[in-house]
């Protein structure tokens, strides 16, 4: 079964920069796209990045230019360096395989970007 654990997350102010980290189980994951997607209060939880098993990306409108992911497949692992952070920014941050994610979710991280 996959487990997906997510860290990184925090209270940052507007401008500044956060690296999140998400450790993925399974031997599939050198062969799986992954995302990173994010949940805001009240909003319905959206894609802001993936990365395919070769590493390519692709982003979010909102974020490109500010956000990079990246994946180590050696150590089974998916980043996503944020910089530029807005308020807007602020929601759970979760990762899952893209474009289907698997029906299980990690916890998430929290990002809260606020002066």
């Known amino acids: 079964q996959v487990q997906l654990v997510e860290s990184g997350g925090g209270l940052v102010q507007p401008g500044g920069s956060l690296r999140l980290s998400c450790a993925a189980s399974?031997?599939?994951?050198?062969?799986?796209?992954m995302g990173w997607y994010r949940q805001a209060p009240g909003k319905q939880r959206e894609l802001v990045a993936f990365?395919?098993?070769?590493?390519?990306?692709n982003y979010a409108d909102s974020v490109k230019g500010r956000f990079t992911i990246s994946r180590d497949n050696a150590k089974s692992t998916v980043y996503l360096q944020m910089s530029s952070l807005k308020p807007q920014d602020t929601a759970v941050y979760y990762c899952?395989?893209?474009?289907?994610?698997?029906?299980?979710w990690g916890q998430g991280t929290q990002v809260t970007v606020s002066s």
């Open positions: 899952n395989r893209y474009p289907s994610p698997y029906t299980y």
């Open positions: 399974g031997s599939i994951f050198n062969v799986a796209h």
């Open positions: 990365i395919t098993s070769g590493g390519s990306t």
